[in-house]
């Protein structure tokens, strides 16, 4: 087994060569490398043109593993994305064809634009790592990992996903348009030729292989303790969610889970082998706001979930 110094290093080594790609954002790259090295899957939601879809290229081609995207559309139907039994003429015997989704790490593009059937073929992959077509349950890789990407603003053709789909994933990531400094960079890099998406993608390499990636997972998991009073903590934000009188449905036995993994992995990746308080706090928008229901009412005040959760915390005493 790899030591957590070792994963530290490796992880920071990637995390330089994507910062050669995604101009700025380093907000969006550490949870979106927090959730990576936390075993669990993301959900990136933004506007057009904010590098959703880039910064999920950029980061399977540094992580040297089987790489497939499915572009999500009205006509998806599941068998487009679990695969399908097909007959083969000379043994006269059906035979198995997988489909996109037994890969290492899958782009599910525009996720939201597939109807509630074809979104749904992915809550077993998701969740247990395994697929059912006809019948037979097929095992995906260890290492399976969906980056789903959607618009905010577009509702036309879109269906939005439901509450037991959302609650997959492991954290919904927002990327907001870049800061204006960021921005001139970018055009810069773009008026000197250097086209992000294409020069600067193409030459990167892999810093990692498939059996890296799962180590790592494994030696974070068993190397960065949790103690007693942030395992209260999480527990306390999560059920404050539960009781506050603006949430409508408060966050589940799966949000503290996934506080709990996710903190193991900021840990990590700031070079630590123990979870403090600021990475709960840190992780709970990007955690929690997909899990939140808020009531009607609250909505009509014009409430916001991150400010709201932000409330919640600073509620909470935090452990010493």
């Not at 980061?59 to 039994?85: E, K, W, Y």
């Not at 086209?195 to 292989?209: I, Q």
Request: charged share 25%.
């Amino acid at each position: 087994m790899s030591t957590l110094v070792a994963v530290v290093e490796q992880w920071r080594t990637l995390r330089a060569r994507l910062d050669d790609v995604i101009i700025g954002q380093d907000a969006v790259k550490e949870q979106v490398l927090t959730c990576l090295l936390a075993g669990g899957h993301a959900l990136l939601e933004g506007v057009p043109g904010t590098g959703k879809t880039l910064l999920a290229l950029s980061i399977s081609r540094l992580v040297g593993c089987r790489f497939r995207r499915i572009q999500f559309t009205p006509d998806l139907m599941p068998a487009d994305v679990l695969g399908t039994n097909v007959f083969n003429q000379q043994t006269q015997q059906f035979e198995f064809r997988p489909g996109p989704i037994f890969a290492d790490l899958v782009l599910a593009d525009e996720v939201n634009r597939t109807p509630p059937r074809t979104q749904s073929a992915l809550l077993e992959c998701m969740q247990e790592g395994a697929a059912t077509v006809d019948g037979v349950r097929y095992r995906i890789s260890p290492t399976f990992t969906v980056l789903a990407t959607q618009n905010p603003v577009e509702f036309e053709g879109t269906y939005p996903l439901p509450e037991a789909q959302r609650d997959r994933f492991l954290m919904k990531i927002s990327i907001d348009y870049p800061a204006a400094e960021e921005e001139a960079r970018i055009i810069a890099a773009y008026a000197s030729g250097n086209r992000l998406h294409d020069a600067a993608v193409s030459r990167l390499e892999p810093v990692m292989t498939r059996d890296a990636l799962a180590q790592a997972r494994e030696t974070v998991a068993q190397g960065v303790r949790v103690e007693t009073g942030i395992q209260r903590y999480v527990l306390e934000i999560v059920s404050a969610t539960r009781r506050d009188e603006a949430v409508q449905i408060g966050a589940g036995p799966r949000a503290s889970l996934a506080l709990v993994e996710c903190g193991r992995a900021r840990a990590a990746l700031l070079g630590r082998d123990f979870v403090t308080p600021d990475d709960i706090k840190a992780l709970a928008a990007p955690v929690l706001t997909h899990r939140v229901t808020l009531a009607p009412e609250a909505e009509m005040e014009g409430i916001q979930l991150p400010e709201l959760l932000a409330r919640l915390c600073d509620s909470i005493e935090v452990p010493r």
